[in-house]
Nanobody, 121 residues
Framework: QVQLVESGGGSVQAGGSLRLSCAAS????????MGWFRQAPGKEREGVAV????????YYADSVKGRLTISQDNAKHTVYLQMNSLKPEDTAMYYC??????????????WGQGTQVTVSS
């Protein structure tokens, strides 16, 4: 059974923090990698942070390095995205995703429904 359920989005002022959660089914959590992607109005979907569920290695887009941290809880089959020092340009719909292949936007096998993050200046 495929399941990816995001939560934790909301509205914050610049400099604030949010933590996104992605609860996965056992099957989905067995994927090669899980990650967070985002899409702002009028822009293409882009990768933000990816974690390899087996080994825990993580990778980040340059624009979020040092501010966003991806982590996992194997017992809960959940992936988190801690977002600190948020900027207005972080405003987007954030999607949790799972892939058994390439850990890129084109390689994703399953997407969550998305959670909105809005950062005001």
């Amino acid at each position: 059974q495929v399941q990816l359920v995001e939560s934790g989005g909301g509205s914050v002022q610049a400099g604030g923090s949010l933590r996104l959660s992605c609860a996965a089914s056992v099957y989905t959590y067995s994927s090669k990698c899980m990650g967070w992607f985002r899409q702002a109005p009028g822009k293409e979907r882009e990768g933000v942070a990816v974690i390899y569920t087996g080994g825990g290695s993580s990778y980040y887009a340059d624009s979020v390095k040092g501010r966003l941290t991806i982590s996992q809880d194997n017992a809960k089959h959940t992936v988190y995205l801690q977002m600190n020092s948020l900027k207005p340009e972080d405003t987007a719909m954030y999607y949790c995703a799972a892939s058994w292949g390439s850990c890129t936007t084109k390689g994703v096998n399953y997407w969550g429904q998305g959670t909105q993050v809005t950062v005001s200046s």
